[in-house]
């Protein structure tokens, strides 16, 4: 069985054993966990993270995959559904630790590690193949040039772990780029600021990343009536640590609560 890949859907088959034992072993779920796959595909994953774990849920938009891993793993949970528009509340198990994988579809890499970032410590882990410039991007620190908007958002929404390269090769079909697997682990505090006005402070700086931040900033600090705020604003984003944006976002808009 196997199915003919669309490229619409980022379609990128594993083809090598070593990998998925290496992506399962990272996974390392308990007993009392669920296992929640992003794009299933074929099921070459997926038939190891059943070997492994007792809880396995898998979210699929492709209606030809569904049939195929619903007939092939009679124990597996499949949704058939966009990963985007998925609730994660219908989606984790309740009660149990629930930890995300997934060799994730190129072309929606960025919004679905933040819909990951985003939900919190809901989850106590997620393990995810991509391509390896954004996995690059995640671990990045200042004055490099991978460093930027989800370096910053990753690092202080939790750890990343930079894992292990993949290969294009032991992809079908191939990809163009190379790949890495990377693990983000939730922190477990929650930030003295609101996310949004951390995304809009960090977002508004890095889309001029050349520009020192009195002049990307100019339009925020205005709105929120600050004409002069405690920090050096002669700066560009790339010279400040992750850290740095809370503290920035704080004398922007102030603390939580
Ligand atoms: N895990 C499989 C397939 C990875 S390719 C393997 O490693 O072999 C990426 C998978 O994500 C494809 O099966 C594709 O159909 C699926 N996919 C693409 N867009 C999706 C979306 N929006 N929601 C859920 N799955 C999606």
Redesign the pocket.
């Known amino acids: 069985m196997s199915l003919k890949p ?1 490229k619409s ?6 083809r090598d054993q070593n990998i998925l034992r290496k992506i399962t072993m990272a996974v390392g779920a308990g007993k009392n966990e669920r296992v929640i ?10 038939e190891w993270l059943l070997q492994a774990f007792d809880d396995v849920l898998a ?4 209606g030809r ?1 569904v049939d195929m891993l619903g007939e092939r793993f009679p124990d597996l949970k499949v949704r058939h ?4 528009k998925e609730n994660w509340d219908d989606v984790l198990a309740a009660g149990k630790g629930n930890v995300v994988v ?4 190129y072309y ?1 890499t960025s919004p679905i590690l933040f819909k990951i970032m985003d939900a919190g410590p809901v989850f106590r882990k997620a393990v995810l ?1 991509m391509q390896k410039e954004v996995a690059e991007r995640l671990v990045a620190g200042p004055g490099t040039k991978a460093y930027g908007i989800l370096s910053v958002q990753a690092q202080l929404l939790g750890e990343v772990e930079y894992l292990f390269d993949v290969s294009r090769h032991v992809f079908f079909p191939k990809p163009k780029v190379e790949s890495a697997v990377i693990e983000f682990r939730p922190s477990q505090k929650e930030l003295p600021v609101h996310l949004a006005d951390l995304k809009t402070v960090v977002r508004t700086s890095f889309n001029q990343r050349r520009k020192m931040l009195s002049n990307s900033l100019k339009q925020v600090l205005k709105q929120q009536n600050k004409e002069t705020i405690d920090f050096d604003l002669n700066l560009r984003p790339d010279q400040l640590m992750p850290e740095e944006f809370i503290t920035l976002t704080t004398k922007i808009f102030g603390n939580k609560s």
Do not use: R, S, W, Y
């Open positions: 669309k859907l980022g379609q990128h088959f594993l796959e992003i794009g299933p595909g074929e099921g070459a994953l997926t979210i699929e938009v492709d995959a559904g966009d990963i985007l997934g060799n994730i579809p929606i193949l």
